[in-house]
């Protein structure tokens, strides 16, 4: 359920009409919608209900500080994986002892980071990041709170790109290697046990994986006990999907009943770092068609916004619903490829269906975009990053003015040798 609705023959998000954001605006902009960010937010969290629970809003999907402000507000932790995720969580105002940090790749500068602000907890991906977390801890005086990342091998039946919880992945250990990694964590004078944590992936559209995934820790957590080593909190990751096109994934409840049959019998704090369900239907890319080109074998409408404002449909094939803002465009419909200003035949966002049969100036809605859109967004081609606005009720405000030439260029120099 969503807020981008159809009155009077115009595209609304909320009760303002898109097309009066585009005129104040310009486009290409992400829009999203306050009420359906807090209510994504709320079912998701009471699927949870009579659990100790902590949920972690998972930054990458989106770190827009407004969207993180509004998840800070309403009692939401903080999932991050990197030093600039930490500095955007802390000015959007979430307490530090609500942040979870998971990543392969933590440098020592972001450990100490971590540590200093002393968040909640450190996932520990590797034995090489374990020595190094209890070195900076040690040299910092404090004990650095962890849980150990285990692969539990598990598949999620998802793009390839996005599955992490298989044995050939990067991500956690094995686990003989975690229980290795207790043991050493155990003795460590710096590091203090808190957790156990998992992750297999993103955009799962079914319950069993999650809860086959959680009976393989449950013997792992059964294991450390035996050796004396308790766990209090076990971090379930993220990772469930939603409707793209016509997916049926879990809904919150049925989901929260998968975690719970999983936790069975784990006395245990659960964490829970969803992203794309909470951002992902909540907003939506708005492009306008500059042109209208016949090719020899096919169509094409070109857009304002190309692969560096959404990234998904080139890198992962990944499905988006291309709307007109103006409802009266819907019906006729045309097999073209929507695609964007940038010089590579990868530059779609919609290619080989049907979508609205646009011509220059018309508007359209990309769906769906609100998870991974504009955090995947880039630069490539000098080209400005777009703005971003949120709605709530019958106001709007833009929440990230779009970029300047200025900003482009902003931090370089050259080289006072080349003056020479
Ligand atoms: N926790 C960890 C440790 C993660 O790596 C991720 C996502 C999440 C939580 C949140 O997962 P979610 O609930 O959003 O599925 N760029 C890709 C998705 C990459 C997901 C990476 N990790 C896409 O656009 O589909």
Known sequence: ????????????CEEVAVKAIAKAV?????????ATLKRHYEAFEGAFEGLDRMVCFSAKANSSLAVLALFARLGSGL???????????????????????????????EIDYALETGI???????????????QRAKQMGVRAPIAVRVNPDVD?????????????NKFGM???????????????????????????????????????????????????????????VVDVGGGLGITYQDEAPPEPQEYGRAIREGLAGIDARVVLEPGRVIVGNAGVLVTRALYRKAGEAKDFIVVDAGMNDLLRPSLYDAFHDVRPVDESLAASRVMADVVG??????????????????????LLA???????????????????????????????????????????????????????
Do not use: W
């Open 1 to 12: 359920m969503h807020h981008f609705e159809y009155r009077n023959g115009e595209l609304h």
């Open 26 to 34: 310009g486009t290409p902009f992400y829009l999203y919608s306050h």
């Open 79 to 109: 999932d991050i994986v990197s030093g600039g995720e930490l500095y955007r969580g802390l000015k959007a105002g979430f307490a530090p002892s609500r942040i979870v940090y998971s990543g392969v790749g933590k440098t020592a500068e």
């Open 120 to 134: 909640f907890m450190l996932n520990i991906e590797s034995p090489e990041e374990l020595e190094l977390v209890n």
């Open 156 to 168: 999620p039946q998802t793009h390839p790109y996005i599955s992490t919880g298989l044995k050939k």
């Open 174 to 232: 094995d686990r003989e290697t975690a229980i290795t990694v207790y043991k050493s964590a155990h003795a460590m004078e710096n590091i203090a046990i808190k957790g156990i944590d998992c992750h297999i992936g993103s955009q799962i559209t079914t319950a069993a994986p999650f809860r086959d995934a959680l009976l393989r820790l449950k013997g792992l957590i059964e294991e450390l006990a035996a050796q004396d080593i308790p766990i209090e």
């Open 341 to 362: 200003p940038i010089c590579e035949t990868g530059d779609f966002l919609s290619r080989d269906r049907l979508v609205p049969d646009v011509r220059q100036d018309h």
């Open 366 to 420: 990309v769906m769906s975009a609100g998870a991974y859109g504009f955090t995947m967004s880039s630069n490539y081609c000098s080209r400005r990053r777009a703005a971003e606005v949120m709605v709530q009720g019958d106001r709007f405000e833009v929440v990230r003015r779009r970029q300047t030439y200025d900003d482009l260029v902003a931090g370089e120099t050259i080289p006072a040798f080349m003056e020479d």
